[in-house]
């Protein structure tokens, strides 16, 4: 190996530490040391990839880049984005049971019910969601719903789009649903419905940047599942602030299995319905 070419390979601790506080920065995300092959990997790719002759290049390019393409590139590298349609379904049996029940008391049929996903990986929870709704929800007719759904990774966002899904995305949807609502493909994958697509708006956000989020207002339900466990205890509470802000009094947030809100912030009420504990914003602010 040539010594230029062993050099772009070398991140040292000093680098590591360096690009680990940048990145969680702009991001709120936080590699901790356990991740450093997985950060190291990545980096050299990006090194590789924009021709850079070593990391301290490359970190340069990076933060004074002005278009913020390298960023991007970076985030999307970086992010995880494993999913599959009907996850954690015991909270979209809380939804159409429970929560979207209660949503509705205080609104007129006809009248506006907005849902926001975040973060939207692939496209399976928000479209989860629709098809939930459709084959779920008695009065689905009966009011506007609006699914939004967001994830700071353009590259998953542009696959949610497409639409186009493995074998293993769509093995928990049950049978009719699968052959309702999908097209089977020559190569084995599954196509979703252009009008369930149509049906989601989605958006490049950063729920640790209120730039991002202060356009998301009057949100009645928030699916916000398995991300808040990368993130440290500060963007946390960033993060449930931003949520906070974007629900309209009683509405509320489902996290994943593994998170606790009440371990983030004192803002939400605890609810416990038959299908699922979720948290919802006070009708009475109690900041």
């Known amino acids: 190996m040539k010594a230029a070419a062993m050099e772009r390979q070398l991140i040292t601790e ?10 969680y920065r702009k991001t709120g995300i936080q590699f901790d040391s356990g991740k450093r092959y997985f950060v190291d990997k990545r980096l050299v790719e990006r090194i590789e990839a924009t021709g850079s002759d070593n990391f301290r290049d490359y970190f340069i390019k990076l933060r004074f880049e002005a278009s913020g393409q390298e960023m991007q ?22 939804m159409v049971n429970h929560m979207l029940d209660e949503l509705t008391q205080t609104k007129r ?12 990986s692939t496209g399976e929870e928000p479209y989860s969601i629709a098809i939930y709704l459709l084959e779920r929800w008695a009065k689905i007719d009966q ?20 639409a186009i899904y493995s074998p293993r995305s769509v093995a928990n949807l049950p049978k009719p649903y699968l052959q309702k609502y999908f097209k089977a493909q020559l190569d084995g994958d599954f196509r979703l419905s252009r009008d369930i697509v149509d049906a989601v708006e989605f958006s490049r956000v950063n729920l640790s940047d209120p730039m991002d989020t202060r356009r998301f207002r009057d949100i009645d ?5 398995n991300l808040l466990i990368y993130f440290d205890d500060l963007s946390r509470r960033v993060a449930a602030e931003a949520m906070f802000d974007a629900l309209r009094p009683g509405g509320f947030v489902c996290l994943g299995h593994s998170e606790s ?6 803002l939400f009420n605890i609810r416990r319905f038959p299908d699922a504990m979720v948290y919802q914003k006070p009708l009475e602010e109690k900041r």
């Open 221 to 225: 339900l928030i699916f916000c599942r």
């Open 109 to 120: 049929p006809g009248s506006r019910i907005r849902i926001w996903s975040i973060p939207s």
């Open 261 to 266: 809100m009440s371990r983030i912030s004192s």
């Open 14 to 23: 000093a680098d590591f530490e360096k690009f680990r506080e940048y990145f």
């Open 73 to 94: 590139a970076l985030v999307n590298c970086m992010t995880v984005n494993e999913t599959y349609f009907f996850r954690e379904n015991y909270q979209f049996d809380c």
């Open 143 to 162: 009011y506007d719903v609006e699914i939004l759904s967001s994830d700071i990774d353009t590259t998953v966002l542009d696959a949610a789009q497409r």
